[in-house]
């Protein structure tokens, strides 16, 4: 089973994740969601093997600009799963899948949690 990471590169704490990935000899599929964004259904299935389907704001980053920008505060779920998919950057990182495990990597010592 390939592990995957969904990485931000310029985010120190993704960046922990992967090298304890690394070092545990494990390369994982690198997905940088912000070159590459993930499509609402793609956001969907993550939230699901997360466990937070019906809690989207939990794999959220919910101090963004984009969060307030948008007054979805008071969105509905499917308007957060909608605004992940436009603003990828509200999409808390790392998100490691092993599987039908997820985990997000704060801290990143969690990403062991799905090896």
Do not use: W
């Amino acid at each position: 089973m390939t592990i995957k990471i969904y990485h931000n590169p310029r985010c120190s704490k993704s960046r922990q994740a992967l090298t304890l990935l690394e070092e545990k000899g494990i390369s994982p599929e690198i997905i940088e969601y912000l070159n590459t964004p993930l499509n609402e259904g793609e956001i969907k299935a993550l939230a699901t093997l997360l466990g937070v389907e019906n809690d989207p704001r939990a794999m959220m980053r919910v101090k963004e600009d984009d969060y307030k920008a948008n007054n979805l505060k008071e969105a509905d779920d499917a308007a957060l799963f909608k605004a992940m998919a436009t603003f990828p950057k509200l999409i808390e990182r790392p998100i490691i899948v092993n599987g039908k495990k997820a985990t997000i990597g704060r801290p990143p010592e969690n990403a062991l949690d799905v090896i």
